[in-house]
């Protein structure tokens, strides 16, 4: 992990860091815990990660602001409604693995026990 190339990027890294802790200490009984040094590093790889496309290694401020903006995105789930199988298509399913694995073995055995040259 490097260290952002220039001072304004320091600066803007720093800034966001601070903004993201206080935004994580707003309201009743919260705390900034959530935020450690941990999610600092995870800026600057991020950083880094999203200069290695741009064809550069050096880290520059609107990469840093493109990470913090990463960084707060929310993990969405995604939620599938009930997938129905054929049962019927199952068991095919099943037997031809079998067959695969019986056939996978017979292979194995013959290549072990063929004549050496």
Same mark, same amino acid.
């Given at each position: 992990?490097?260290?952002?190339?220039?001072? +304004?990027?320091?600066?803007?890294?720093?800034?966001?860091?601070?903004?993201?802790?206080?935004?994580?200490?707003?309201?009743?009984?919260?705390?900034?815990?959530?935020?450690?040094?941990?999610?600092?590093?995870?800026?600057?790889? %991020?950083?880094?990660?999203?200069?290695? &496309?741009?064809?550069?290694? +050096?880290?520059?401020?609107?990469?840093?602001?493109?990470? *913090?903006? %990463? %960084?707060?995105? &929310?993990?969405?789930?995604? @939620?599938?409604?009930?997938?129905?199988?054929? @049962? +019927?298509? *199952? @068991?095919?399913?099943?037997?031809?693995?079998?067959?695969?694995?019986?056939?996978? %073995?017979?292979?194995?055995?013959?290549?072990? @026990?063929?004549?050496?040259?």
């Amino acid at each position: 992990m490097s260290e952002p190339s220039t001072q +304004e990027a320091a600066d803007v890294l720093v800034e966001k860091y601070r903004t993201l802790r206080q935004d994580d200490a707003t309201g009743a009984g919260r705390n900034s815990y959530r935020n450690t040094v941990r999610q600092l590093e995870n800026m600057i790889w %991020l950083s880094e990660a999203i200069a290695r &496309p741009n064809c550069t290694s +050096e880290i520059i401020p609107a990469f840093v602001r493109e990470a *913090l903006i %990463l %960084l707060r995105q &929310p993990i969405t789930h995604v @939620e599938h409604d009930a997938i129905e199988f054929d @049962e +019927e298509e *199952l @068991e095919g399913e099943r037997g031809n693995k079998q067959r695969r694995a019986t056939d996978a %073995l017979r292979w194995q055995n013959w290549f072990h @026990e063929r004549p050496k040259f």
